[in-house]
């Protein structure tokens, strides 16, 4: 079975600076794809980026970049030049058989003025 | 990507009630998925849709508590059955990219009360 573990229930960021949020998974599936999403207070569900388990770099999709680590299982999503818009629950997440996605329990991340 | 809405996009129901929750896809797509986000927690995937065939649902989830129909490839709808307070949820829909990605993008979800 698929898991996704999530460590930090809530982080803070000063406004500009960087931030690192971890993520561990587990999976015996050679092919798999790890996903991070964005969740405001809305409610709603927004892509950030994605990482697939044969890629040889990293993915980066503007502020946003995962650091995978595929002997570790880590795939930790940094943002740099934090904003206040960027105050949010993010999840990782990771997909496989049947296009699945099975989610961490989530990271608060409060961006400090 | 796809453009995907939801109706209603919140509502208070009646324990012993139903709800029917919709979810448009501006676009065909083979698979649209439903999950739940219980209050302060993560997404749960409550059962997958696809078009022709019977939904499939997780561990834990049922066909009597929430059923699920596919009628065509940009529609889907989920019930929930006999609501009691413990159901209070947002439920999202998403569909899958298609892509080697395996992307999903979500509607913006429905916010459930149940009082």
């Known amino acids: 079975a698929q898991k996704i573990t999530q460590t930090q229930p809530g982080m803070f960021v000063q406004e500009k600076e960087a931030v690192t949020l971890d993520c561990t998974y587990d999976?015996?599936?050679?092919?798999?794809?790890l996903f991070w999403y964005k969740q405001p207070s809305s409610g709603e569900m927004i892509f950030l980026i994605y990482q697939g388990s044969y890629d040889q770099q990293n993915a980066t999709e503007g502020r946003y970049s995962l650091n995978f680590q595929k002997a570790r299982k880590s795939a930790n999503l940094v943002i740099s030049a934090s904003q206040l818009g960027d105050s949010a629950m993010y999840f990782c997440a990771m997909s496989g058989y049947g296009n699945k996605l099975v989610f961490g329990a989530g990271t608060i991340l409060r961006v400090k003025s | 990507s796809a453009v995907i809405s939801q109706k209603p996009s919140r509502d208070i129901c009646q324990r012993g009630t139903s709800l029917t929750i919709q979810c448009q896809v501006d676009s065909q797509v083979t698979m649209m998925f439903w999950y739940r986000q219980q209050p302060g927690q993560s997404l749960t995937l409550i059962a997958t849709a696809n078009q022709g065939s019977e939904a499939t649902y997780e561990s834990g989830f049922v066909i009597d508590k929430f059923p699920i129909s596919r009628p065509n490839l940009t529609f889907s709808t989920l019930t929930v059955s006999n609501m009691s307070p413990e159901d209070s949820s947002i439920y999202l829909c998403?569909?899958?990219?298609?892509?080697?990605?395996?992307?999903?993008?979500f509607g913006p979800g429905t916010r459930l009360t149940v009082l």
């Open positions: 998403s569909v899958s990219a298609g892509n080697s990605y395996n992307e999903q993008f």
């Open positions: 999976t015996s599936d050679p092919s798999y794809g």
